[in-house]
């Protein structure tokens, strides 16, 4: 059984990831997911400001996704709505499990992501994004937070699913964040209707899913740091 | 970079620029290399990634349909904002618009717009009702000075490389773009190009250091060797020759940056 | 042995070693905590990270900024995740808001707050900010790299622990195209004589 995009069930879009981007930022990762544009920044950590926001016995996680005004088919408008804060916070708290945080107390790590063009699974490309800018930024972490849709359409249990997947009638959307390799489960947002039986292939599609990203990811950071060859 | 060392490093402009030199090598009257890729996100009607030097900016293209001003019924129209975001700079933050990058925005707004090189007579759809209506919405990257020219060199390109979406048959854009680019008279592209100036030295294409040692600077919009558009800002000033002077250097560079943005067509 | 990048939560090794920098314990196992070099022997195990920001240790000579004059002392910066206070008590001469100082780091408080002596005011310069995990390569081995810049390109040139290069040097471009590339190649072997046919090609 293949899908419109004649891609195998468990099959990720192809992707594409570069770190280090950003000249000014901290940390930065570029990342191309079927059509899905994203790119990641990490400045900090650094002192918090003002000062009765910040935690004295660890770093706090500022991050922000946002959709630029033409990655969608009607531009959106540029100030956050509901949907991008609501995303922001529980990727923050994902990335949260993922960080050291204890050894920098009082101080704020701003981690932004923003998607330049969306084509479904645009929270799970930007949580594998900022995930990555965070590596690249040095921060001492337990592993990275590998993230990826999974889900039902027509009737078949699939792997990253596409807009016109996610449009399907008996379409289930789950977007899962795994930090790896622990396999802990820290981001899972779900919409549709759904039995037991059904849930439990939905996440095992997911969780599978998340280590190909992962093996993804452990590429991308290993060909920054080509051990030979001329110098760059 | 931290603005702690932009302070530190303002001597050091200083120093240099005395003797007619730049941190980077570069003459007074140069511009950093100048990188475009066009067609760079799938979801827009036209896109840009502009390097500038370390400066980068994402431009995209979105058309909506609108009523036209009451004063041009049969005239679409367009719209330029410039965000300065989280993604680029510590010091910038997400929300509404700073007034650098209001300014920034507007700066390159002006010289698109004055130089009439969009027949905006061709966007009208409904006479006095529907019309057209541009988006251009460009991001900084990485913010390394002189955002205005790099905001109006991702403009163009991007408005250069648009293709009109398809109406649907109310009159509502489609999910589809035409094969029809916009309507763009290619001899009169307009061209920004910024000035700032150090101890009574004028330099082109200044980087974020400079800007910061600089309490004056000069933005021209221009045809090759028609002004279309100026903003002087900040607090310093110039005098009438050093005005001309500028005038005289934007007319000298127009040539070689219209090539790289010609180019691309 | 041969140079390996491992990333953070990348498993290392099972057996009882014991744990320098950038790794952590997790039931018996040893995890990299972050992007870096793994450097093993067979007792001892630590990363090497290839980015991150400066963590204070004691008697590291550290250049910092003046960020602000208060009337009871100094707010410093030193490209750190805090700053520091330098009482006006602790120095004879007075700075001025962005003065750049070498210092020895003579202790580092519980509130995360360092205390610094042997302070010296560098004259007017460049101040550039590099990583301070390629603060060694910077310098080389037995100050070899340091030397290529002093005596290649005749720079006065200090380089902080945390990161930070004063400089005043006629060769500016070439040597800060030289410390690009060391910090963009950080990983690779040889990279003093690199860095030398590339200043030897370029002067």
């Known amino acids: ?188 947002q779900m919409d549709g209707f759904v039995n037991q039986k059904d849930w439990k292939k939905i996440i095992s599609v997911g969780v599978k899913g998340a280590e190909k990203v992962y093996e993804l990811q452990k590429k991308a950071i290993l060909e920054k740091y080509p051990l030979e060859g001329d110098l760059q | 970079m931290s603005s702690i060392l932009n302070i530190v490093n303002a001597d050091n402009v200083l120093k240099l620029i005395k003797e007619g030199k730049r941190l980077d090598g570069r003459n007074l009257d140069e511009f950093r290399n100048l990188e475009i890729k066009t067609g760079v996100i799938p979801s827009a009607a036209g896109s840009a990634w502009v390097k500038l030097g370390n400066t980068e900016i994402i431009a995209g293209i979105k058309f909506a349909v609108g009523s036209p001003y009451p004063d041009s019924p049969d005239e679409g129209s367009m719209s330029l904002n410039l965000e300065l975001t989280g993604i680029s700079s510590p010091d910038f933050f997400t929300g509404p618009p700073q007034i650098d990058a209001i300014e920034y925005g507007r700066v390159a707004d002006r010289a698109l717009r004055s130089s009439e090189f969009i027949d905006f007579k061709k966007l009208s759809i409904v006479s006095g009702e529907k019309v057209f209506v541009i988006f251009i919405d460009c991001i900084a990257i990485n913010a390394d000075g002189n955002l205005i020219d790099a905001t109006e060199f991702a403009a163009l390109a991007a408005l250069l490389n648009t293709k009109i979406p398809i109406l649907d048959e109310n009159n509502n854009i489609g999910k589809e773009l035409s094969s029809d680019s916009l309507p763009i008279d290619l001899n009169k592209i307009p061209l920004s190009i910024t000035f700032e100036k150090i101890d009574n030295k004028i330099l082109i294409d200044p980087t974020e250091e400079e800007e910061f040692t600089s309490n004056t600077r000069f933005s021209l919009g221009l045809i090759k060797d028609t002004i279309v558009s100026c903003q002087k800002s900040k607090g310093g000033s110039f005098s009438e020759d050093e005005i001309n002077i500028m005038i005289d250097l934007a007319i000298k560079k127009y040539d070689s940056i219209i090539k790289i943005i010609k180019s691309l067509i | 042995m041969d140079k390996k990048i491992v990333i953070p939560g990348e498993f290392l090794t099972d057996q009882r070693k014991k744990l320098g920098s950038n790794v952590f314990l997790l039931n018996n196992k040893v995890y990299s905590q972050v992007v870096g070099l793994l450097s093993e022997s067979t007792d001892y ?35 750190s995740f805090t700053d520091t206070f330098l009482p006006k008590s602790m120095i004879k001469k007075e700075l001025k808001k962005g003065q750049i100082i070498f210092a020895r780091l003579s202790s580092v408080n519980d509130n995360d707050t360092i205390d610094i002596d042997h302070i010296n005011i560098l004259p007017k310069g460049r101040l550039f900010n590099a990583s301070p995990v390629k603060v060694p390569r910077l310098i080389g081995k037995n100050d070899s790299m340091l030397n290529l810049f002093k005596n290649l390109l005749k720079a006065n040139i200090v380089i902080g622990k945390n990161g930070w290069i004063w400089y005043n040097c006629d060769n500016y471009l070439i040597l800060e195209n030289a410390i690009n590339l060391i910090i963009n190649n950080s990983q690779k072997s040889n990279l003093t004589n690199s860095i030398k046919e590339y200043i030897e090609k370029n002067i």
Not at chain 1, 41 to 46: D, F, I, L, N
Not at chain 1, 122 to 141: E, F, Q, V, Y
Not at chain 3, 53 to 75: E, S
């Open chain 3, 45 to 79: 195990i630590s990363v090497v990270a290839l980015n991150g920001i400066y963590k204070p240790n004691v008697n590291d000579g550290i250049i910092l900024i003046v960020k602000d004059d208060l009337p009871n002392g100094y707010v410093l910066e030193y490209n």
């Open chain 1, 1 to 188: 059984m293949t899908r419109l995009d004649n891609r195998q069930i468990d099959q990720l879009r192809p992707i594409n990831i570069k770190l280090g981007v950003v000249k000014s930022a901290d940390g930065s990762c570029y990342l191309e997911w079927g059509r899905n544009i994203v790119i990641a920044t990490v400045h900090g950590p650094k002192p918090m400001f003002p000062k009765h926001l910040a935690d004295s016995t660890k770093a706090v996680i500022d991050y922000r996704y946002r959709m630029a005004p033409f990655s969608v088919s009607d531009r959106k408008n540029p100030v956050p709505g509901k949907r991008d804060k609501e995303i922001s916070l529980v990727s923050g708290f994902a990335l949260e499990k993922a960080i050291d945080l204890e050894q920098f107390p009082n101080t704020v790590i701003d981690i932004n992501s923003i998607i330049l063009s969306a084509d479904a699974g645009t929270r799970a490309a930007a949580l594998t994004a900022a995930s990555l800018a965070c590596a690249d930024a040095g921060l001492p972490m337990k592993g990275l937070v590998s993230a990826v849709a999974s889900g039902r359409a027509n009737g078949e249990f699939v792997l990253d699913l596409t807009k016109d997947e996610e449009d399907t009638f008996d379409a289930v959307d789950t977007a899962i964040g795994v930090l790896m390799p622990q396999n802990e489960i820290v981001l899972m």
